[in-house]
């Protein structure tokens, strides 16, 4: 077989050697790429992590931190986040100098008996173990930059010793089993227990709830309050902007009385005009009716001028 490169562009290769499984009884050498990390919106993580390309569909971060602590030792790998995990990772990194806060606000809610956005009436998995798309992309996180450069130190002196790291070494036992227990567990728990999954509807309910009482108080508070410029903010009823039940009833017994109002004066007003109207109407017929009487009696006349009886 010949010799793998150590790189390509600006990545370094890393073969990792897959054992043979009864599927696939053959040894193979799977390539891992791996390079900075150096995403376009940078985060406080971006100078203690690596971007690896080509991730195998089975990894786990149970895999990972076996195959840097191969490379450079016990305790320097943290964590990775895969592909579909990206968003949770910007977040996280996001707010990576204010973690202290986080976690004591974090602890606060617990006691609170209040739940993270994250775990808010979440169903029960019906998959113990995620798989990735062939030729995915992860971004692993070491404890400092010192680790990131020793990382890729040890890619280098991997292809002269020609010792690969093998994948899943020392990993069976923490990682749920793929092939079909996979599938024997997948069916076990797409039939969850009644009381887990009441549970999880409680629980989001709950927090439905909470939020929307604060939304009704917030709004509340912005009722006739001018803001910085002097606008005050309109709120309408509903879940926006909830009125009380005194002052809702008020408005509507107002709103009666006006149309009420409305409707009587404007009756008033109808009537008045559909005399007058009947009055000329009756005014034209009379005039019609006489200016018809008149032509027969000029045509009586007429006629009685013309007859002469023999």
């Known amino acids: 077989m010949s ?6 562009g600006e990545y370094a290769i890393l073969p990792i050697s897959i054992p043979p499984v009864p599927s696939f009884p053959v040894k193979a050498t799977h390539c891992l790429y791996i390079k900075h990390h150096e995403p376009k919106i940078p985060t406080p993580s971006d100078a203690r992590s690596l971007f690896l390309v080509n991730v195998p569909i089975d990894s786990t971060e149970a895999h990972f931190r076996a195959i840097f602590t191969s490379l450079i030792g016990a305790g320097r790998f943290e964590s990775i986040i895969f592909e ?4 949770t990772f910007t977040l996280t990194a996001v707010v990576d100098s204010s973690a202290k806060r986080d976690k004591n606000l974090k602890r606060k809610r617990e006691r609170e008996g209040k739940t993270t956005d994250s775990n808010i009436g979440q169903l029960p998995k019906v998959w113990d173990r995620d798989l990735h798309r062939s030729g995915s992309t992860a ?3 070491m404890v400092d930059q010192k680790s990131v450069e020793a990382a890729l130190k040890a890619i280098r002196k991997v292809h002269k010793s020609g010792a690969y790291p093998v994948w899943g070494a020392g990993v069976e036992e923490k990682v749920p089993k793929l092939g ?3 599938y024997l567990t997948h069916h076990t728990l797409r039939c969850p227990d009644k ?3 009441q549970a999880s509807v409680d629980v989001f309910m709950t927090e439905f709830n909470r939020r929307e009482e604060e939304a009704a108080r917030a709004a509340k508070r912005l009722r006739n309050v001018p803001d910085e410029d002097g606008f005050v903010t309109v709120t309408r009823g509903g879940r926006t902007g909830p009125a009380r039940r005194e002052e809702a009833e008020e408005a509507r017994r107002k709103e009666l009385e006006k149309e009420e109002q409305k409707r009587k004066t404007m009756g008033d ?7 007058e109207r009947r009055k000329e109407e009756q005014g034209e017929l009379v005039r019609r009716f006489e200016e018809d009487r008149k032509r027969v009696e000029n045509m009586r006349e007429e006629r009685k001028g013309r007859f002469r009886p023999e």
């Not at 010799?3 to 390509?8: A, E, G, M, T």
Request: a positive charge; zero cysteines; charged letters at 25%.
């Open 139 to 141: 971004v692993a996180v």
């Open 180 to 182: 079909s227990q996979r």
């Open 269 to 275: 007003f109808y009537r008045f005009q559909g005399r």
């Open 3 to 8: 010799k793998l490169p150590s790189s390509f």
């Open 195 to 197: 009381a887990v999954l």
């Open 84 to 87: 579909n995990e990206k968003r």
